[in-house]
């Protein structure tokens, strides 16, 4: 890995931070209504040695709870304080989402669509574009945490263009139960970074609003291991044991519902069915119809669709038809 950071002096923000160096900015772009200020901590630990420099962030979506909690985690633990290089922590890019539990910015954009930003567009484009301008920068690898959309509950996982060799050996050391080989979407943070040559892995988890005790800890695994990979992490952290490698997911689609009704899931996430196998039933609330949900084909199931209550059509079980050997 090219190493960015290899003077003694990180700049970011305007101001400098030597090694061996705790330090915690504030990042403010807009106030509330109310004049408040809304500042987002930025979470900065140097060693005395020089070595790479690993930007970690959660929240870019406010309702993001899952990733945030990683971060959370990873400070609280202290596997933040590197024994070489530099570790900086966001564990809320979205503020002003995560102040009202929601997804978007206050100007009803989503943050993760408007990268790499423009400097006089809208909040959230200003965001980006001051993210991407004064703070991407100084990174040499990115970890972003997320978690599934509404009631749609990720299997852990990480996501990474299969064209890129080199992040996907990465993602096989952070090692989470699942690989997704998946394109970058326009406007993006991960796009954005891939048109920069900025390697990052993009880790999913869960689903929003909700904080899931096995996703958070899949998260800080994954952290450790990369952190290990590239010698930064302090040896008073023990390596966990790989009991399984990472599964790599080629390709996967949607089972949706054929009936409207009430969604009773029989399955858990992350689960190898047979084709053929009960994954969920439909029923109306009045005791009349019940339609049995099944796998049309053998695969694992990498996302479930929580929701009490489904439209005909609406995205139940994301299951994988094709793996890499």
């Not at 309702?63 to 900086?88: F, S």
């Not at 972003?144 to 890129?164: C, L």
């Amino acid at each position: 890995m090219t190493i960015k950071g290899e003077n003694d002096i990180l700049s970011i923000l305007g101001e400098d931070i030597p090694l061996g160096t705790s330090k915690t900015i504030n990042f403010n772009i807009a106030n509330l209504y109310t004049s408040t200020k809304v500042e987002i901590p930025i979470i900065i630990e140097r060693s005395k040695k020089i070595g790479p420099t690993i930007l970690i962030t959660a929240g870019i979506h406010g309702d993001e709870i899952n990733g945030v909690e990683v971060v959370r985690q990873v400070i609280a633990k202290k596997i933040n304080k590197p024994a070489k290089g530099t570790v900086i922590c966001i564990p809320v890019l979205n503020v002003f989402g995560f102040l009202s539990m929601n997804r978007f910015f206050p100007d009803g954009r989503d943050l993760n669509r408007v990268f790499p930003g423009t400097k006089s567009g809208s909040l959230a484009s200003r965001f980006a574009y001051q993210f991407v301008n004064e703070i991407l920068p100084v990174a040499d690898f990115c970890l972003d945490f997320h978690t599934g959309g509404a009631s749609r509950f990720n299997a852990p996982h990480i996501r990474v263009d299969g064209k890129n060799e080199k992040l996907v050996k990465l993602a096989k050391i952070f090692n989470a139960p699942f690989t997704l080989l998946s394109k970058n979407l326009d406007g993006s943070y991960r796009a954005t970074c891939a048109k920069k040559e900025q390697d990052i892995l993009l880790f999913e988890g869960g689903k929003s609003q909700n904080s899931n005790r096995d996703i958070a800890r899949e998260g800080v695994l994954g952290v450790i291991r990369i952190l290990d990979h590239l010698d930064m992490l302090e040896t008073s952290f023990p390596i966990p044991e790989t009991i399984s490698n990472t599964i790599v997911v080629e390709k996967s689609f949607w089972i949706r519902a054929k009936y409207s009704g009430l969604l009773h899931i029989k399955i858990p996430y992350g689960k190898l069915v047979e084709k053929g196998e009960t994954l969920a039933t439909i029923t109306d609330p009045y005791g009349k119809m019940r339609h049995v949900v099944k796998a049309t084909n053998q695969g694992y199931i990498i996302n479930v669709n929580e929701a009490p209550i489904v439209y005909k059509g609406d995205a139940i079980f994301r299951i994988t038809t094709q793996l890499v050997s």
